[in-house]
């Protein structure tokens, strides 16, 4: 089975860190992550990574959030979505973005090395802002 088929599904966030060039780690999400990348077979992806305990808005209307209350959110929660392909050779799965909370990433085609072990991905790449790892495992 190739790469192509074995990505295809749900998996569930296991961890995340970002790794800058002093050899510094940190989890993007204080250790309370929680996320889910998807795949289909359409060859259409989305990736949501984010703070499992959030602080609820004031109100239950979103549109009334304060400032303060849209940062901390924004802050917490990343997501995208769009279509992928897959390069088997070099072990390469591409995000082609669509749609971002990250909004300089539309339009982009996101590069992220795979390793496979049993039910586990981990998905690498070098960003503007660090290395970045995050392990996923398979769901169902």
Not at 16 to 30: L, M, R, T
Not at 49 to 63: E, I, K, S, V, Y
Not at 70 to 79: E, L
Not at 107 to 122: P, V
């Amino acid at each position: 089975m190739g790469l192509y088929e074995r990505l295809l599904g749900s998996w569930q966030l296991v961890s995340s860190a970002w790794h800058d060039d002093a050899g510094g780690a940190e989890s993007p999400f204080a250790q309370d992550e929680i996320g889910q990348l998807n795949y289909d077979a359409s060859g259409r992806m989305s990736a949501q990574l984010g703070r499992r305990h959030q602080p609820h808005f004031a109100a239950d209307d979103f549109r009334l959030a304060t400032a303060e209350e849209k940062s901390t959110a924004w802050g917490g929660y990343f997501a995208y979505f769009g279509t992928y392909v897959v390069d088997e050779e070099a072990g390469v799965v591409i995000h082609r973005v669509e749609g971002s909370t990250f909004p300089n990433i539309v339009g982009t085609e996101q590069r992220r090395r795979c390793t496979l072990a049993g039910n586990r991905l981990t998905l690498a790449a070098d960003t503007p802002w660090g290395h970045v790892t995050i392990v996923w495992e398979k769901t169902g």
